[in-house]
Every structure is written in C-alpha cells, then in structure tokens.
C-alpha cells in the first residue's frame, strides 16, 4: 500500500487535515522534524548506491578549486 507525506503550509492546515483524516478513520503519523532529515538521508544514501563510484583524486580536485 502507498503512503503520503503532506506537509501543511501553518498548524491552521495541519489542524485541519488531522481533522479530516481522524473522520475518514485513516491511520496517520506525525514525524519529527529529525525524522523528516533521516528519510532524506535516507533517499540520498540509496540514489548514491545506485551511482558510479568515484576517486578521492577527482573528489580532492573540486574541493581544491
């Protein structure tokens, strides 16, 4: 199954979709701001597997320029 990461514009919207879901009977989580950084981590940790490998000599080259 899906699931959704909504993130409300001010706590009046937040208020209001907690309310909307709590009557559709839907499961919802409220993450932390922490937890929002580690899924984004998370993301970039599994796009860097997916890449080519690359030297520490090309790596040290941009950082000295």
């Known amino acids: 199954m899906e699931a959704l ?3 409300p514009a ?4 937040a208020a209001l979709l907690k309310s909307l879901v ?11 701001e922490e937890e929002k950084q580690d899924y984004g981590l998370a993301l970039a ?7 080519k490998p690359v030297s520490e000599a090309s790596i040290m080259k941009k ?3």
């Not at 001010?10 to 919207?13: L, S, T, Y």
């Open 22 to 32: 709590k009557k559709m009977k839907v499961k919802y989580t409220v993450i932390s």
């Open 45 to 51: 940790m599994l796009a860097a597997k997916n890449s």
């Open 63 to 65: 950082l000295n320029k």
């Open 10 to 13: 001010n706590d009046e919207e």
């Open 5 to 7: 990461i909504i993130k």
